[in-house]
């Protein structure tokens, strides 16, 4: 409303960002740590076939030119969009990565596994998504 009280548009200039991606736009998308230093890279999407919620994010991560990665999932409140470096940013170290329960993309799906997601969310100290 405008302040006569008539609708009004809304100010292109005062707009919010946009906050909904595709997620073929994701997969590929690098993920850093805080300081931009490379982790890996996103390779698949896990998602709440209920809530429609993104649960995990599956990242490759190490190897050579796509040899010898090995893949891990991590929750997706761990990870947080950084703009500046167009890239997701996760707050882990090499050593702390190479210690978690290791999945990959074409393995058991998590959501399958109970005791699983109970233990990776603890690892990272992760709220789980069934709860948020």
């Known amino acids: 409303m405008t302040a006569s009280g008539q609708p009004g548009t809304a100010d292109p200039v005062h707009k919010p960002p ?3 991606i595709a997620s073929d736009r994701v997969v ?5 740590r805080p300081d931009g230093g490379r982790v ?3 390779e698949r999407l896990m998602l709440d076939k209920v809530s429609g919620r993104v649960a995990y994010a ?3 991560f190490g190897g050579f030119l796509g040899l010898g990665e090995d893949f891990y999932t991590l929750p ?3 990870l947080r969009f950084e703009p500046r470096q167009d890239a997701y940013v996760v707050d882990v170290t090499e050593a702390q990565l190479r210690a978690a329960p290791a999945r990959t ?3 058991t799906d998590p959501a399958e596994d109970g005791a699983w997601e109970d233990q990776i969310h603890r690892y ?3 709220a789980p998504y069934w709860g948020i």
């Open 58 to 60: 599956v990242m490759s």
């Open 124 to 126: 990272y100290d992760a």
């Open 76 to 78: 997706w409140s761990v």
């Open 18 to 20: 946009r906050r909904l």
């Open 105 to 107: 993309p074409e393995g």
């Open 40 to 42: 890996g890279r996103i």
């Open 28 to 32: 590929g998308t690098e993920v850093r």
